[in-house]
């Protein structure tokens, strides 16, 4: 009876490693899949609907971005994150109630309350954590830009648990931006940013909830 069971004991392993299970017991190639739709943000400066989505698939090392926006201010750099809080709370897009100064202009600053701080920036490298970076996706003369990268996500898990104390990634607890309008856009003083960086730059100019969809 013994050798009988140790041979169905053997073909169990077998048959986990044929199926692809990993050290973590879940399937290789497994993905699940996080979705934001885009909607527009501080219309009345930019005079436009911006809106689009943006997808997250991960599967095993690897989280592919995709992002899609329409009419958003054309021919400039549009910067792009996922906003959150270190503590893990769930993040929501800011509304007109987060306009604490009543200029009328929802400022990246005043997005903290609801939406935490700047994370993860999709630009050229997220996985290096360089919100500040210059290579983020233009928007055409029509005002729309496809953006699209892969992330090793033992590079990014890294990069994020050092900046924000050991957090987690936990997408569906955070929410997406897309900022910036021309440069040359008249903005009242009250209108905050961050740093010494311009308010055209990091004014958010949409938002979408990032949700698990798969």
Not at 122 to 148: I, L, R
């Amino acid at each position: 009876m013994k050798s009988k069971y140790f041979f169905i004991m053997a073909i169990g392993i077998v048959a986990a490693a044929a199926t692809g299970f990993n050290n973590n017991n879940t399937k290789k190639n497994q993905q699940v899949v996080y979705e934001a739709q885009l909607q527009p943000l501080n219309s009345k400066v930019t005079g436009l609907q911006t809106s689009g989505k943006a997808r997250f698939v991960i599967a095993d090392d690897t989280m592919t971005v995709t992002i899609d926006v329409k009419n958003a201010p054309p021919g400039i750099e549009h910067w792009q994150h996922f906003h959150g809080f270190a503590n893990n709370s769930t993040a929501a897009c800011a509304t007109a109630a987060d306009d604490k100064n009543g200029d009328g202009i929802i400022d990246v600053v005043e997005t903290g309350t609801a939406s935490g701080t700047t994370m993860v920036p999709f630009n050229e490298m997220p996985a290096e954590m360089n919100v500040g970076s210059d290579t983020y996706p233009k928007a055409g003369a029509d005002g729309s830009y496809h953006y699209e990268t892969k992330i090793p996500m033992t590079q990014l898990n890294a990069a994020f648990a050092k900046a924000f104390g050991g957090s987690k990634i936990d997408l569906d607890r955070r929410v997406i931006y897309i900022h910036g309008v021309p440069g040359s856009t008249n903005l009242p003083k009250s209108v905050a940013s961050i740093g010494n960086i311009p308010a055209q730059v990091t004014i958010p100019i949409a938002c979408g909830k990032i949700i698990k969809v798969d």
